[in-house]
């Protein structure tokens, strides 16, 4: 990929989560539930992983908890920013997603916690992490979904064109969840798996929610992004749209974040093959003694409430 292809401005990223990284813990809430839940999946399978790589590890918390799951015996913690580096454990690596430094067929399971949303080569980050996986090794990753902050960015947008007839790119393009599965058979995962789940926190106002934002290093990193700042009536329109639209009975406001959890193994021999569509003999529901729903949308977890 070219300089002029890229989306994210990643050095801008790293000086961000460089200036941010003393008070990581304060704003983990989001990488916590992340963290809780793929270590929840991890236990269910059995199976040893004697070298695991958490990429992106932002500053270790994920590796932590994946160093006290059985079957799990060296994790390494891989982070691009210096500054977050030094709160993880060891081994450790300052490694970039988008250039891994492990040789092939090296690791046996790849977990990555919300940090490959934000390289610009997606499709090659994903052919290096399974490059570097053993045969049958495992990847585990969660990413944010393109509903994330679906408030505030429809305020801004609002406000935007409202007042100036034009808007500017702030919040940044992310994954659409129909689109993983087929970018990991691209980059040549076998049984890839694919499910998203969404997240609602309440903070007392949109700026709350601005100012979390910026504190986890995840403000405006887009390349095109506008270079001068928002102008202080566009902002304040855009909270009270944030406000009307979207408020709750008791004056505060929510925030969406949507989850998306990546599945995908190397290819090995033994894998189990899928069958050819219409050549099952029984239906899931029949195999798991249960009935069948239509499928719905998943009920979202109750609503962490940020100061």
Known sequence: MTPDQEIFDRPLLMRRRNRVAAAAEQHEFLLAHVADDLTERLAAI?????????????????????????????????????????????????????????????????????SLQLVNDLPGALVQIRRALKPDGLLLAAMLGGATLTELRQGLLAAEEEMTGGASPRVAPLADVQDMGALLQRAGFAL???????????????????????????????????????RRAVLQRALALYGERFGLPDGRVPATFEII???????????????????????????????????????????????
């Not at 059995?46 to 790589?53: D, E, G, H």
């Not at 709160?87 to 092939?104: I, T």
């Open 46 to 114: 059995q199976r040893t992983f004697p070298v695991a790589l958490n990429l992106g590890a932002y500053h270790g918390m994920l590796g932590r908890r994946l160093r006290r799951i059985p079957g799990i015996e060296v994790v390494i913690d891989a982070e691009p920013s210096a500054s977050l580096l030094r709160q993880c454990g060891h081994p450790r690596v300052q490694a970039d997603e988008e250039s891994l430094p492990f040789r092939e067929g090296s690791l046996d399971l790849v977990v990555s916690g919300l």
């Open 261 to 307: 959890t990546l599945t995908g193994w190397a290819p090995h021999e033994r894998q189990q093959k899928p069958l050819q569509p219409g050549t099952a003999r029984m239906r899931l529901a029949d195999a798991l003694g249960t009935a069948e729903h239509p499928a719905g949308g998943k009920t979202p977890p109750a609503l962490p409430r940020r100061r």
């Open 192 to 230: 890839p798996v694919i499910d998203s789940d969404t997240l609602v926190a309440t903070y007392p106002d949109p700026l709350a929610l601005m100012r979390e934002v910026r504190a986890m290093g995840g403000a405006n990193v887009l390349k095109v992004r506008a270079r001068r700042p928002l």
